[in-house]
């Protein structure tokens, strides 16, 4: 047996080991670069950074990134050249919405003795995109406390290979204060994922404030789990000022439990179905289609972007059937389960198209044989079967199966001695995995967090570092896919967000320089030992 643990054991540790490589460590990687093998030393007292447009939004990104390239501080020597990195954008809109260019072109040279540092972007948010991945190129050597480019010249020509690029997280299970989302949508900006898919409500909770049904959060887990008006506003506009679309769900028919406890009357009743958190609404209330209604149209001015996630998972036809009202009604109607579901998916339709938002759901309703508009996003999380079902009926689809973070085995059969090598899995997954006609309607994809045992005490070491593998799969060429390169760049990337207070660890044994064992931590108050205590102590244990 002891024999068995071991070869095990072996055979986990060798499987997958970082390939030394040459030249700059980027996460994702981008889609082409080149580099050299010169250096431009930088100091943070003679680095500015300068844009062609005026544009609130990216004159932020400069801000933050103007620290960020500097995590440890001033740097030595202070001589250096003068060096400033010239933002170069098309286009100063700022308005954020799904298929908005992403792409962008970084050049780093020396020309005669001064550094030539350049990002040219369509929009803002390739600038964003760009400035993320210069923030990169900055060595910092700890030894003569001093930052340098490396690898120079280097050119990068870079572009997202899939537009929706999404982290799904679930506020119905756990309450996640608001402070907490903004953490959650740096570390989406970055490793480059641009959608924040935020699953609002589910059967256990509603925690967001509505206007017209004040009293819709008594379905809050207490009065402080509630996200005011003003609390979801400031987070979807700083979702915008790091070019992070964010996408809510409000999911109906079924998870929604929590919509009963100020509106009682409204869900369906089965006694049977001992799992409330599934409990579905009723299709046969107009009061429950106004309720809907009025919750869609206050959330819809919040969250601005086009596209809006109703759900419409896990219904439990069951519950339909086995309540007699709602069963009197699908006679009435001579309505099948399903035809009660395409009723019930139709009215959702006309209030959505009524707000001009795109829909958004689950494809749980596609594969209950529902006919579902053209015009919609199914999100699959089943297969690639499903997925490939949805693409030849003309439906885009974002998949994320093979994505969900919760669970210890994400692919049937495969287990990992360690829980964060299931990493290994979500990147074998390409988003395409499976699909091979009409490709071009599979938009994306998204890893999901499910919150019920997850909240923010733990979330940054669910999440991280196992979701780079998914950001990358999401954003660089199909054919990088190779682990031990990917380990490589991984493991610094965890670091580097490690350093803007992402807590991601080490995927493999190594040095990770944290500016917080230098800094943050030698401020915390502790009654250090002095040596003479130490031998005493020592001694007692004698
Ligand atoms: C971004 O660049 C790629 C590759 O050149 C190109 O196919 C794509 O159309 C560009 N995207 C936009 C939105 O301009
Ligand atoms: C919640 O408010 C609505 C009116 O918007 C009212 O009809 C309903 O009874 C209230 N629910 C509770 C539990 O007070
Ligand atoms: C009820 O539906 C079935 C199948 O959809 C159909 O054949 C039948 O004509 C319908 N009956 C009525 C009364 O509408
Ligand atoms: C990936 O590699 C295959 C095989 O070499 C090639 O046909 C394909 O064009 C490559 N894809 C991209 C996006 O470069």
């Known amino acids: 047996m002891l024999y068995y643990t071991l070869v095990f054991l072996f055979i986990s540790l060798v499987s997958c080991q970082p390939t030394p490589i040459s030249g700059p460590l980027i996460t994702p990687l981008p889609q082409t670069y080149t580099f050299g093998s010169g250096v431009i030393r930088l100091n943070t007292g003679f680095f500015d950074i300068a844009a062609n447009i005026e544009s609130d939004l990216l004159n932020n990104a400069i801000l933050r990134y103007q620290k960020l390239f500097f995590p440890f501080g001033v740097g030595y020597p202070t001589n250096n050249p003068i060096a ?39 929009t803002i948010f390739g600038a964003m995109r760009a400035l993320e991945t210069f923030s990169q190129l900055i060595s910092y050597d700890a030894q003569s406390q001093s930052y340098s480019i490396p690898f120079v010249p280097i050119y990068i020509d870079d572009f997202p290979r899939f537009p929706w690029r999404g982290l799904q997280i679930d506020t119905g299970r756990h309450f996640i204060p608001t402070s907490f989302l903004m953490h959650i949508i740096e570390s989406c900006a970055y490793s480059k994922l641009n959608t924040l898919h935020w699953h609002v409500s589910d059967g256990e909770s509603f925690p967001a404030e509505s206007k017209s049904l004040p009293n819709i959060t008594l379905g809050a887990f207490g009065p402080l789990a509630i996200y005011t008006i003003a609390d979801m506003e400031e987070i979807v506009a700083y979702g915008l000022s790091w070019g992070v679309r964010v996408l809510p769900e409000f999911d109906v028919p079924a998870h929604s439990f929590s919509w009963s406890t100020a509106f009682p009357g409204i869900m369906a009743n089965c006694p049977g179905d001992s799992d409330l958190d599934g409990w579905p609404l009723s299709p046969a209330l107009p009061e429950a289609y106004d309720l809907i209604s009025k919750i869609y149209t206050d959330m819809s001015e919040i969250f601005i972007d086009k596209y809006f996630h109703s759900g419409g998972d896990e219904l439990p036809y069951a519950c339909w059937d086995n309540d007699p009202v709602i069963a009197n009604w699908m006679t009435q109607n001579n309505f099948s389960t399903t035809q009660a579901e395409q009723y019930f998916e139709d009215q959702i339709t006309n209030i959505l198209d009524g707000l001009q938002k795109t829909k958004v759901i689950w494809h749980d309703p596609f594969a209950n044989g529902c006919e579902v508009r053209k015009d919609t996003v199914l999100q699959v999380w089943d297969n690639a079967q499903m997925a490939q079902q949805v693409v030849n009926a003309g439906i885009r689809a ?33 988003p395409l995995m499976g699909v091979t006609t009409n490709t071009e309607l599979v938009i994306g994809g998204e ?9 923010h005490r733990n979330f940054d070491v669910r999440v991280w570092p196992r979701t780079i593998a998914i950001a990358e799969r999401l954003w660089s060429n199909e054919n990088v896919t ?32 944290l500016t917080s064992d230098f800094s943050q931590y030698s401020h915390q108050p502790r009654f250090k030992l002095t040596k003479e205590q130490i031998k005493n102590i020592y001694n007692s244990q004698k």
């Open 398 to 430: 974002i998949v994320s199966y093979d994505w969900y973070l919760d669970m210890q085995i994400p692919v049937p059969g495969h287990t990992h001695y360690e829980y964060e090598d299931t990493w290994l899995d979500f990147y074998a997954a390409d």
């Open 84 to 122: 400033t990195l010239n933002i170069k954008v098309s286009s100063d809109s700022e308005i954020l919405q799904l298929y908005v260019s992403e792409n962008y072109t970084i050049s780093v040279e020396m020309v005669g003795q001064s550094p030539q540092l350049e990002i040219i972007a369509d």
């Open 447 to 455: 890893s999901c967090m499910w919150g019920e045992q997850v909240d």
């Open 482 to 513: 190779d682990t031990n390169k990917a380990l490589t760049r991984f493991d610094p990337f965890s670091c580097h967000i490690s350093n803007r207070g992402i807590n991601s660890g080490p995927l493999y044994p190594d040095y990770c320089l």
